[in-house]
């Protein structure tokens, strides 16, 4: 029977007598077949102990010259065309033959080279005699080679040929930190996918499981509760596997290890012929991933560099990609520009060369935030919460960047715009160069700001992005800023808007002479609001010697005055010489609104001198005492001179008056009907509680007619079985009894009781709680259920306390004694009235002053009845943005501020 010829290439050698032979590839990886050397017996290699179906296994060592006889034909077949002689088949399937190099059966006998070479001996018994002349010729090879002792016939040489093998590396971070990047002899054993690799170390005879830095290919998924735990490829994970088979399996390379993913190791593989990570990317069978390609010896930028190419060509896992579309706001790719402001940790304003304003971001930087760090607790919250001061490693960040580029021209190259969306307005990322010095980088380096994971198919992204990696690496390392395990607290003093608190702090001030201060906020031309870092408090600070045009602001009626002539150029000016400048104060007076009076220096000059000497400012009439009043009248006599701005016609106009305007009077759509009532409540949800006082004369007889009943009659709890929602009679403290209702059974036996004539809630001994008698069941509540119209009270927590505090002074602690007259406006979505509440005999409007006051937002309403009242709310919000009063103190957080300082925009 004539024997079949197979011919192919050496994919793998399997052992001393096995190898797998593979096809030529044809629109995918090649068939492959394993067969096995007819007639020899090879000495066997170790292997590794596991859970099998039959158990554990315990490891097996070589048997000795076993790894010797591997690597013999490892070097002499792998990747060389072979032809197998198929001598037979067992009934298992497996193939036995002889092995010859090259397309005939002329070329080397393989069997009889490892014979020769004393590297396997004869089979003789159960051989099959389907070649008598081999058999024969294969036992004379083998005599010789025990007369020459070679292999495994050589004396006393068994021990010596026998690996110590090391299956699992020890601490796999210390031994990858010993090598110090250094190239590592080493076999490639396996292939499980395109970037997953086994490797033989050498000559130590270790075994780790490399996965390549910097890239990733197509895997294969493997779900156990589908087909059995079949694999399946994902999309070119074969050809990618393959890609890498026919040019590392059993090859001899060098690996630098790189780092440590769990108990594998990170590194590169190098060939001879070049880098196979680059080589997958060049091909399309891989795509660069930003976890790891920080690490990479050579660089990213080889890696990118392929990756980019394949894309372009749309090779393999990129035949569907296209190019990013180029968005445009108008602005140029690359521009020079001044930083004038830095807004949060991550973005900044810049002044372009045509005077207009421009804000832009960091690209790919995530500045410290609320959520990465536990929130600080104690400190005065009196005034809610300020980010730039509550949230870790903020203002550290944010001063890095304005010591090193307020005032400063910066080179930008825009990355990406981030389109608007519902939520957040456009953005504009950059990259910022200060002199030859990435900006982000640098923000990185010192772990003030970490980097945001982009997904892998968003190529909007820092130009950089591989060097900000980098440095973030670098800050985690070192446990610097956001890494480390502690966090700086600022304890600052809230001074502005306390009068009382002021007056504690001004003799101090007056003595210290000239203050340190930072300008965080520039209302108007001579009004602004400063950080003294000594003092670690926050002011309110006015120039002195000096009246400047004033801007437009909200008047008592809800109406906005008009700005006189000058008052933004004014408030530009100041904007532009003191924002978030370092600045020298001194203080000398204090106004009865907690503001501090004074004179401000920056680089040295008198700001208020400035804006006189630039007719933005007139010298104010009581600056005879003061010892720069010379400066400003000499500074104002220069501004006349030249006809600047408010004196070019030398006539000084008249400071206008703040007339305050009537509000408008409703239309007749909407219904005003007065009732007086008595607020006796604000609860924590922001709804009030409150007694209509046309029926007072009926609760005060209720009461009565209750406490006979109850001196008459005691109540006892026998049968009583109290739970939410039971109506009862319970104890206060000023030991009375009054209607109440259960709102809760505590743990520590006591009951939540709501008052249900007054709004008030009390914890309540359970033996101060009996049941109310029925003939007092049946009467409702006295105190009513409201809610304020147009007002949506702030998401943040802490100004939610700061607006409660306020509702809760105005309507419970104000001079009116909590009686107003109350107004009907609509059905709110709870199903409560909403009302509108205002002083008796007065228009004005009590939630509308809220709002002006910047402590609550205004619930847009498109009911056409409602206009004018929703005008007026919107209008008093309006002047309560722009001076950043409470809520709105850093802006306005409903645009494009919301995501940095973590408020929902509506």
């Given at each position: 029977?004539?024997?079949?010829?197979?011919?192919?290439?050496?994919?793998?050698?399997?052992?001393?007598?096995?190898?797998?032979?593979?096809?030529?590839?044809?629109?995918?990886?090649?068939?492959?077949?394993?067969?096995?050397?007819?007639?020899?017996?090879?000495?066997?290699?170790?292997?590794?102990?596991?859970?099998?179906?039959?158990?554990?296994?315990?490891?097996?060592?070589?048997?000795?010259?076993?790894?010797?006889?591997?690597?013999?034909?490892?070097?002499?077949?792998?990747?060389?065309?072979?032809?197998?002689?198929?001598?037979?088949?067992?009934?298992?399937?497996?193939?036995?033959?002889?092995?010859?190099?090259?397309?005939?059966?002329?070329?080397?006998?393989?069997?009889?080279?490892?014979?020769?070479?004393?590297?396997?001996?004869?089979?003789?018994?159960?051989?099959?005699?389907?070649?008598?002349?081999?058999?024969?010729?294969?036992?004379?090879?083998?005599?010789?080679?025990?007369?020459?002792?070679?292999?495994?016939?050589?004396?006393?040489?068994?021990?010596?040929?026998?690996?110590?093998?090391?299956?699992?590396?020890?601490?796999?971070?210390?031994?990858?930190?010993?090598?110090?990047?250094?190239?590592?002899?080493?076999?490639?054993?396996?292939?499980?996918?395109?970037?997953?690799?086994?490797?033989?170390?050498?000559?130590?005879?270790?075994?780790?499981?490399?996965?390549?830095?910097?890239?990733?290919?197509?895997?294969?998924?493997?779900?156990?509760?589908?087909?059995?735990?079949?694999?399946?490829?994902?999309?070119?994970?074969?050809?990618?596997?393959?890609?890498?088979?026919?040019?590392?399996?059993?090859?001899?390379?060098?690996?630098?290890?790189?780092?440590?993913?769990?108990?594998?190791?990170?590194?590169?593989?190098?060939?001879?012929?070049?880098?196979?990570?680059?080589?997958?990317?060049?091909?399309?069978?891989?795509?660069?991933?930003?976890?790891?390609?920080?690490?990479?010896?050579?660089?990213?930028?080889?890696?990118?560099?392929?990756?980019?190419?394949?894309?372009?060509?749309?090779?393999?896992?990129?035949?569907?990609?296209?190019?990013?579309?180029?968005?445009?706001?108008?602005?140029?790719?690359?521009?020079?520009?001044?930083?004038?402001?830095?807004?949060?940790?991550?973005?900044?304003?810049?002044?372009?060369?045509?005077?207009?304003?421009?804000?832009?971001?960091?690209?790919?930087?995530?500045?410290?935030?609320?959520?990465?760090?536990?929130?600080?607790?104690?400190?005065?919250?009196?005034?809610?919460?300020?980010?730039?001061?509550?949230?870790?490693?903020?203002?550290?960040?944010?001063?890095?960047?304005?010591?090193?580029?307020?005032?400063?021209?910066?080179?930008?190259?825009?990355?990406?715009?981030?389109?608007?969306?519902?939520?957040?307005?456009?953005?504009?990322?950059?990259?910022?160069?200060?002199?030859?010095i990435n900006v982000s980088e640098a923000l990185i380096s010192k772990g003030l700001a970490t980097v945001i994971r982009h997904r892998q198919d968003d190529d909007q992204r820092s130009a950089h992005y591989d060097q900000l990696l980098a440095a973030e690496a670098h800050a985690n390392k070192k446990s610097l800023g956001v890494h480390s395990s502690s966090a700086p607290t600022h304890r600052i003093a809230e001074v502005a808007g306390d009068p009382a608190k002021a007056k504690q702090f001004l003799p101090s001030l007056q003595?210290?002479?000239?203050?340190?201060?930072?300008?965080?906020?520039?209302?108007?031309?001579?009004?602004?609001?400063?950080?003294?870092?000594?003092?670690?408090?926050?002011?309110?600070?006015?120039?002195?010697?000096?009246?400047?045009?004033?801007?437009?602001?909200?008047?008592?009626?809800?109406?906005?005055?008009?700005?006189?002539?000058?008052?933004?150029?004014?408030?530009?000016?100041?904007?532009?010489?003191?924002?978030?400048?370092?600045?020298?104060?001194?203080?000398?007076?204090?106004?009865?609104?907690?503001?501090?009076?004074?004179?401000?220096?920056?680089?040295?000059?008198?700001?208020?001198?400035?804006?006189?000497?630039?007719?933005?400012?007139?010298?104010?009439?009581?600056?005879?005492?003061?010892?720069?009043?010379?400066?400003?009248?000499?500074?104002?006599?220069?501004?006349?001179?030249?006809?600047?701005?408010?004196?070019?016609?030398?006539?000084?106009?008249?400071?206008?008056?703040?007339?305050?305007?009537?509000?408008?009077?409703?239309?007749?759509?909407?219904?005003?009907?007065?009732?007086?009532?008595?607020?006796?409540?604000?609860?924590?949800?922001?709804?009030?509680?409150?007694?209509?006082?046309?029926?007072?004369?009926?609760?005060?007889?209720?009461?009565?007619?209750?406490?006979?009943?109850?001196?008459?009659?005691?109540?006892?709890?026998?049968?009583?079985?109290?739970?939410?929602?039971?109506?009862?009679?319970?104890?206060?403290?000023?030991?009375?009894?009054?209607?109440?209702?259960?709102?809760?059974?505590?743990?520590?036996?006591?009951?939540?009781?709501?008052?249900?004539?007054?709004?008030?809630?009390?914890?309540?001994?359970?033996?101060?709680?009996?049941?109310?008698?029925?003939?007092?069941?049946?009467?409702?509540?006295?105190?009513?259920?409201?809610?304020?119209?147009?007002?949506?009270?702030?998401?943040?927590?802490?100004?939610?306390?700061?607006?409660?505090?306020?509702?809760?002074?105005?309507?419970?602690?104000?001079?009116?004694?909590?009686?107003?007259?109350?107004?009907?406006?609509?059905?709110?979505?709870?199903?409560?009235?909403?009302?509108?509440?205002?002083?008796?005999?007065?228009?004005?409007?009590?939630?509308?002053?809220?709002?002006?006051?910047?402590?609550?937002?205004?619930?847009?309403?498109?009911?056409?009845?409602?206009?004018?009242?929703?005008?007026?709310?919107?209008?008093?919000?309006?002047?309560?943005?722009?001076?950043?009063?409470?809520?709105?103190?850093?802006?306005?957080?409903?645009?494009?501020?919301?995501?940095?300082?973590?408020?929902?925009?509506?």
């Amino acid at each position: 029977m004539s024997s079949q010829l197979i011919r192919g290439i050496v994919k793998q050698v399997q052992s001393g007598d096995s190898v797998i032979i593979r096809g030529q590839p044809k629109n995918g990886p090649p068939p492959e077949k394993q067969v096995f050397f007819s007639n020899i017996i090879a000495p066997k290699l170790a292997r590794r102990g596991g859970q099998g179906s039959e158990g554990t296994s315990a490891d097996t060592k070589d048997e000795p010259f076993a790894f010797e006889t591997r690597e013999f034909l490892r070097k002499k077949l792998v990747g060389k065309e072979v032809t197998f002689r198929n001598d037979y088949q067992t009934t298992s399937g497996r193939d036995y033959g002889v092995v010859f190099i090259g397309k005939d059966t002329t070329g080397e006998n393989i069997s009889e080279s490892l014979i020769s070479e004393g590297l396997a001996e004869v089979r003789r018994a159960g051989a099959k005699q389907t070649d008598s002349e081999l058999q024969i010729r294969l036992g004379a090879l083998e005599d010789a080679a025990k007369a020459a002792g070679k292999g495994k016939w050589a004396a006393n040489e068994a021990e010596k040929h026998v690996r110590n093998i090391v299956w699992n590396v020890e601490n796999p971070r210390n031994f990858v930190d010993s090598l110090h990047n250094k190239p590592v002899d080493a076999i490639v054993e396996h292939i499980r996918d395109g970037c997953t690799l086994r490797l033989l170390l050498l000559p130590n005879h270790q075994y780790i499981t490399l996965m390549l830095s910097g890239i990733k290919s197509p895997m294969f998924r493997r779900d156990a509760a589908k087909d059995g735990g079949k694999e399946t490829p994902e999309p070119f994970a074969e050809e990618a596997k393959y890609f890498v088979e026919s040019r590392l399996l059993q090859r001899d390379v060098k690996v630098i290890l790189e780092g440590v993913s769990n108990q594998n190791f990170l590194g590169t593989v190098q060939h001879p012929n070049g880098n196979i990570a680059e080589a997958l990317l060049r091909d399309g069978y891989a795509r660069c991933v930003d976890w790891s390609i920080g690490i990479v010896t050579s660089g990213s930028e080889p890696y990118r560099k392929a990756e980019k190419a394949a894309k372009e060509k749309r090779l393999r896992i990129w035949k569907a990609w296209s190019p990013p579309k180029e968005q445009s706001n108008g602005t140029e790719k690359s521009f020079q520009a001044k930083v004038v402001e830095i807004s949060g940790g991550d973005a900044m304003i810049l002044k372009m060369s045509d005077g207009k304003s421009q804000k832009i971001f960091l690209s790919s930087v995530r500045p410290p935030r609320a959520s990465d760090s536990q929130k600080e607790e104690g400190g005065d919250n009196s005034k809610g919460k300020r980010p730039l001061f509550d949230v870790p490693h903020l203002f550290e960040a944010r001063e890095f960047l304005r010591k090193r580029l307020v005032g400063k021209k910066v080179n930008i190259t825009v990355d990406y715009v981030q389109p608007k969306s519902d939520q957040y307005a456009e953005k504009m990322c950059c990259t910022i160069m200060s002199g030859d010095i990435n900006v982000s980088e640098a923000l990185i380096s010192k772990g003030l700001a970490t980097v945001i994971r982009h997904r892998q198919d968003d190529d909007q992204r820092s130009a950089h992005y591989d060097q900000l990696l980098a440095a973030e690496a670098h800050a985690n390392k070192k446990s610097l800023g956001v890494h480390s395990s502690s966090a700086p607290t600022h304890r600052i003093a809230e001074v502005a808007g306390d009068p009382a608190k002021a007056k504690q702090f001004l003799p101090s001030l007056q003595r210290a002479g000239r203050v340190e201060a930072v300008v965080e906020f520039v209302a108007s031309g001579s009004r602004t609001r400063l950080y003294l870092p000594k003092e670690t408090c926050l002011i309110t600070f006015l120039l002195g010697g000096i009246n400047c045009p004033r801007g437009s602001r909200p008047t008592a009626g809800g109406v906005t005055s008009d700005a006189e002539p000058y008052s933004e150029e004014a408030h530009q000016f100041t904007r532009d010489m003191c924002m978030q400048h370092d600045v020298d104060v001194k203080v000398e007076s204090l106004d009865k609104a907690g503001n501090f009076i004074g004179w401000m220096f920056v680089d040295g000059k008198n700001v208020s001198v400035a804006l006189v000497e630039h007719g933005l400012a007139r010298v104010y009439g009581g600056a005879e005492r003061s010892e720069f009043y010379k400066e400003l009248i000499d500074a104002e006599n220069r501004a006349k001179d030249k006809r600047l701005n408010l004196w070019k016609d030398y006539v000084e106009e008249k400071p206008k008056e703040d007339v305050e305007r009537p509000a408008r009077e409703d239309t007749a759509d909407r219904t005003v009907h007065l009732e007086s009532v008595i607020v006796t409540e604000v609860d924590d949800k922001f709804q009030i509680y409150a007694q209509h006082e046309d029926q007072g004369p009926q609760l005060e007889q209720m009461m009565r007619d209750l406490r006979r009943e109850l001196a008459a009659n005691p109540p006892n709890d026998v049968g009583f079985n109290p739970k939410k929602g039971t109506l009862c009679v319970a104890q206060f403290v000023d030991n009375e009894w009054y209607r109440g209702k259960i709102e809760d059974v505590l743990p520590d036996g006591k009951m939540s009781v709501l008052f249900i004539d007054y709004g008030n809630k009390d914890d309540v001994a359970a033996e101060n709680v009996l049941p109310l008698p029925s003939g007092f069941q049946h009467q409702p509540p006295q105190a009513k259920l409201y809610v304020l119209a147009l007002l949506m009270p702030p998401e943040d927590d802490d100004y939610r306390r700061l607006a409660l505090n306020a509702m809760r002074q105005d309507l419970l602690q104000g001079s009116s004694n909590g009686k107003f007259m109350v107004n009907f406006e609509y059905k709110s979505a709870t199903g409560l009235d909403a009302v509108t509440l205002s002083l008796p005999g007065q228009k004005e409007d009590v939630g509308r002053n809220l709002v002006a006051e910047g402590f609550f937002i205004v619930e847009p309403r498109r009911d056409r009845r409602m206009k004018p009242l929703v005008d007026s709310y919107f209008t008093a919000q309006k002047a309560a943005k722009k001076e950043r009063y409470n809520i709105w103190e850093y802006g306005d957080f409903t645009q494009d501020e919301a995501k940095e300082f973590g408020f929902a925009s509506r």
